[in-house]
């Protein structure tokens, strides 16, 4: 963006400067040389077509050397993303195999009556991280696809059908956890169908990252005069300063990062939608409030 705009301004004081001084300059020699007012004025008429011919052919230069330099900056660019498509896919599908196979052993090793129990819950842990590492692999796959697809263009949907199937896909999932939803019979609302997945990644993370046996989470839809607020609360530890970042405004450090890339998506989507995201925290667990224009 600065680059496009200093491109811009260097385009503008280079228009202005000889064209200023192609006015001082040729007026000044006129007055000096001419004393015939008809003469004269041919004259002026000559110089102010020379004046457009070359302004033309300055700003045909000056345009055409900074879209060249676009065009190789988007090469460049188109280059580095098929290699890192490239990239991605490997390291995806040898990350999914790898995990698999790990995870055989491991219940190939459960399996086996020599394997002392104390090693039991070596085994479990084993298990769980390969599954986690598995689903690392496909939420990258989908943050990717939100990004470089770009801003998918929005329509009218009714979101109560969707926040159905989320809610009810998490109950079979979560057994064990209370989902509660407060909505209205329809809620018509400008979106894309990907809030679908960033709501589903809410109520993941409310779940998976509770301290309690039975987590009880609470989705409460309200139509505001801007649009539609859908507020994802859990009773929770609540959410680590970085996460806070990472939601509200997408912004890491080399140094301090997100431990996942589900609200990375949720933050994608919604915005990608034209809506925000709003932190609330209570005194026993947090409130997520997405808000979609109408």
Known sequence: MTGRLRS???IAFTYLFVGVAWIVVTDYVVLELVTDPQTSARLQTVKGWVFVGGSTCLVYALVR?????HERTTARL????QQTSVLHRLLR???RNNCNVIRGNAELLEANDAVPAA??????????????LVELGSKTRCLRDAVLEGDEPVRRLDLTPAIDAVVASARDRYPEATIE????????VRTTPKIERALRELLDNAVEHSERAAPTVRIAVRRTDEGVDIAVADDGPGLP???????????????IHSKGLGLWIV????????GSVELVEESRGTTVVLSLPD
């Open 65 to 69: 050397s900074n879209q060249r330099r």
């Open 78 to 81: 188109e280059h580095a993303l």
């Open 241 to 255: 300063e970085i996460e806070r970042t990472v939601l509200e405004n997408g912004i890491e450090s080399p140094m």
């Open 267 to 274: 933050r994608t989507i919604v915005v990608q939608a034209g």
């Open 181 to 188: 939803i407060d909505r209205p019979e329809t809620c018509s």
């Open 8 to 10: 811009a301004v260097g």
């Open 119 to 132: 090693v039991d819950p070596h085994l479990e842990e084993i298990k769980h991280q390969t599954d986690r």
């Open 93 to 95: 599908h040898n990350l």
